[in-house]
C-alpha cells in the first residue's frame, strides 16, 4: 500500500516546509518537510547552517515518505488497512519513526491484534516529545488528527 495523496498533504501540512536547517521542538536539527536525514539514504545529517531548494526539499520529501511505506509494509496486520488507516499510521510514524512499529512497543502491539479500537487508543500514547530536557504533551493534537483520521477517514470533500 501507498500513502495516499491526501495523506502527503496532511503530512506536508503537519511538518511545513523550512527551506533553511532548524531545530525542532526536541532539539534535532531538520530541514524541508521535517527531514532529519539518515545514514541509510546516503543523505548528511542535517545540521546549522544548512539550507536547500524547493525542489531539493520535495525530493528529500519523497524519499522520507518511501521509508514510511517500507517500514508500514514490513509489519503485517491482521485486519486489512483502509486507505485512511494507512495514512493516519504513515502520518504517526513519519513523525515519530518506525521504532513506534516494533513488537514491544504498544502500537505495535495493537497494531499486531488488528484491533482498530485499540490501535487508534495507541495512537495517543505517542504525544510527548522531550522539549529542554522534560517530555511534554506537544504532539498531542497532531495525534487526536491522526487517531481521528484512523477511525472516521477523510471528510467529504476535504484534503
Known amino acids: 500500500?501507498?500513502?495516499?495523496?491526501?495523506?502527503?498533504?496532511?503530512?506536508?501540512?503537519?511538518?511545513?516546509?523550512?527551506?533553511?536547517?532548524?531545530?525542532?521542538?526536541?532539539?534535532?536539527?531538520?530541514?524541508?518537510?521535517?527531514?532529519?536525514?539518515?545514514?541509510?539514504d546516503g543523505v548528511t545529517l542535517v545540521g546549522p547552517g544548512q539550507t536547500i531548494t524547493t525542489d531539493e526539499a520535495l525530493a528529500l520529501f519523497a524519499k522520507d515518505l518511501k521509508w514510511v511505506e517500507v517500514a508500514l509494509d514490513r509489519f503485517a496486520v491482521k485486519a486489512k488497512l483502509k486507505q485512511h488507516e494507512y495514512d493516519a499510521l504513515a502520518s504517526l510514524v513519519f513523525n515519530t519513526g518506525a521504532g513506534v512499529l516494533d513488537a514491544t512497543r504498544s502500537l505495535g502491539l495493537a497494531i499486531r491484534t488488528g484491533s482498530r479500537p485499540l490501535i487508534a487508543q495507541a495512537m495517543l500514547l505517542y504525544k510527548n516529545a522531550t522539549v529542554g530536557g522534560v517530555k511534554k504533551p506537544v504532539l498531542l493534537g497532531?495525534?487526536?488528527?491522526?487517531?481521528?483520521?484512523?477511525?472516521?477517514?477523510?471528510?467529504?470533500g476535504v484534503v
Open 1 to 40: 500500500m501507498l500513502i495516499s495523496k491526501q495523506g502527503v498533504a496532511r503530512i506536508a501540512k503537519h511538518e511545513g516546509l523550512r527551506l533553511q536547517s532548524y531545530k525542532d521542538l526536541a532539539g534535532i536539527w531538520t530541514i524541508g518537510y521535517g527531514h532529519t536525514g539518515t545514514l541509510l
Open 142 to 156: 497532531r495525534r487526536v488528527e491522526e487517531r481521528d483520521l484512523f477511525l472516521r477517514g477523510y471528510p467529504t
